[in-house]
């Protein structure tokens, strides 16, 4: 089972950035594609990004087309997402997950077989 590790999440002013990083355990983490989601309070987990395995293609949710940029460095077994110009709507603990295939095309939470335990993003106003 692989293991997920978030880091990255804080307190910024709207308008701001923040780069989350996932890392993780063992020798698959090229083999799958990865995703982030997120969960404002009293929401459920929503998606919000997706990279093939290869790192080719990418797939956004529309909130947050043109603001976030996933990444991946499989020699790091590493999964990044840059969010630029943050709102406060943009508030929720955000997840890392790998994806049971190889394609971006998923966003569905069953899509995704493994989870991080989340990293804490706040946006003030």
């Known amino acids: 089972q692989v293991q997920l590790t978030e880091s990255g999440g804080g307190l910024v002013q709207a308008g701001g950035s923040l780069r989350l990083s996932c890392a993780a355990s063992g020798r698959t983490f090229s083999s799958y594609a990865m995703g982030w989601f997120r969960q404002a309070p009293g929401k459920e987990r929503e998606f919000v990004a997706a990279?093939?395995?290869?790192?080719?293609?990418?797939n956004y949710a529309d909130s947050v087309k043109g603001r976030f940029t996933i990444s991946r460095d499989n020699a790091k077994n590493t999964v990044y997402l840059q969010m630029d110009s943050l709102k406060p709507e943009d508030t929720a603990v955000y997840y890392c997950a790998r994806c049971l295939y190889g394609s971006s095309l998923y966003t569905g939470r069953n899509d995704y077989n493994s989870w991080g335990q989340g990293t804490q993003v706040t946006v003030s106003s």
């Open positions: 990279i093939s395995l290869t790192g080719r293609t990418t």
